[in-house]
């Protein structure tokens, strides 16, 4: 089974768990409301609005509350209301479930490069103790997981990860410090570059290296590396979607205004659209949230999963209000860079 549909099935799941209601009447709160019966010291809204902007899900709720002190300095007069001890004891049940996830999926690694597990796991630069006497964790005998579990040791970075190590056996020697700073080197300089110029210069430079040499391996190793971790971010968001609410966002004929532009480059497929938002949700979308896109027009067909890279609303009384995206296309691998695992 392809890790998209495991996951999937994963999700159906959470909307099973008895913490779930909870969760979603909390987030709600948070997200619609500026008070709530008890906490009456701060903003509750803001506190949902920077825990968002982190793209952390529950992680980033835990640490925004963990560090409201410091985050009033950093927004000016803004007083940041604290969650309840219910909602950190929910929140850190919730978080645990995912971060579990990621710890089971990441295995994967485990007979190839143990040293590269730690770093895959998006949660890994933000050390959080948990405040709870107790956390559940996830049963690793839930069917679900372990599909998802097995559907990951097939995700096409363990195939070339293994042909790297056979190649160089000393790449299972790099430290956890310097594989890390590898990967950061490499996704900083699509930030920094962007999805078009980045693709192409990562398509050139493969080109002009010595094919077989050690530096070939060892970048395609870390190149494997980041699109697992995507992988793992992806699912991540999911998972967390499917707590926060029943369906995904669609965008398709009714609230689609224009299809702006369609690329697909050396790292994967890009796509602009227009669209008149119709409900609160879709103007409720963030940066880092995974959207479903049905397209079908006259000169093409845009479907399945796609990753909000940026998204910009503007308000007209008189032409109504409008969201410009920018998607990224994912894969059935969760991967919405697949060029980094291209195994040429």
Known sequence: MVILQSTYNLCKHIKSLPIRKQVVESLHTLHYSNTTKGIQDGSRDSLGYYARKQNMQFLGYL???????????????????PLSHQEIVLFEKAHTFIAETDNICATALSTILPNAIDVIKPYIQYPYKTKAESIETIDPNVESVEDLHLAFRNHPSIGIISKCVDKVPRIQMISKEHLMDGMIGIRRYIGSQGFSKAASDFQNSELATIKDSPEYFITKTLKA???????????NQL??????????????????????????NFLGKHVSILSHPIKMEQMASNAGDEIL?????????????????????????????????????????LNYYPGLVRDA
């Not at 002190?69 to 803004?78: E, H, M, Q, T, W």
């Not at 590396?225 to 699912?235: D, E, W």
């Not at 308000?315 to 998607?327: H, I, K, S, T, V």
């Open 225 to 235: 590396l980041v699109a697992l971790k995507v992988s793992l971010s992806v699912l």
């Open 63 to 81: 640490l925004i509350d963990e560090h409201k002190n410091d985050s009033a300095r950093l927004v000016g007069s803004i007083k940041i209301a």
């Open 293 to 333: 896109v049905k397209l079908k027009l006259d000169k093409y067909i845009i479907e399945g999963l796609h990753h909000i890279e940026s998204v910009t609303i503007s308000f007209n009384r008189d032409f109504g209000n409008r969201q410009d995206f920018e998607l990224l296309k994912i894969d059935e691998n």
């Open 239 to 264: 998972l967390y979607q499917s707590f926060k609410t029943d369906k995904l966002v669609v965008l398709d004929n009714d609230n689609v205004i224009a299809v702006k532009n369609i690329s697909r």
